[in-house]
């Protein structure tokens, strides 16, 4: 089992930046992609970024490409998702996710990220 836990959610003004953190428990951490989906009111979850395993593979959604960048730390078993120059439609539930194939096998409770404009 993995359990994950985000932190670094807040509220922050347009053109801002924030850091979300996702620590894993569990010994399957280091073969796990890792990654992020967020979910705006009334609209569906939606992919936002992965990480191989390695580390050495990233994928972003277009509307975060050049803005957010995702990254991890084996030796702590947490992943990052830096966030600059947010925009008022960033404002969402984001969710934490692991995967060892095509659909996440791991989901964290969500943190609330709202940009003001």
């Known amino acids: 089992q993995v359990q994950l836990i985000e932190s670094g959610g807040g509220l922050v003004q347009a053109g801002g930046s924030l850091r979300l953190s996702c620590a894993a428990s569990?010994?399957?951490?280091?073969?796990?992609?890792m990654g992020w989906f967020r979910q705006a009111p009334g609209k569906e979850r939606e992919f936002v970024a992965r990480i191989g395993w390695s580390g050495g593979s990233t994928t972003y959604v277009d509307s975060v490409k050049g803005r957010f960048t995702i990254s991890r730390d084996k030796a702590k078993k947490t992943v990052y998702m830096q966030m600059n120059n947010l925009k008022p439609e960033d404002t969402a539930v984001y969710y934490c996710a692991a995967w060892s194939s095509l659909l996440p096998d791991y989901w964290g409770q969500g943190t609330q990220v709202t940009v003001s404009s």
């Open positions: 569990g010994r399957a951490f280091s073969m796990l992609d």
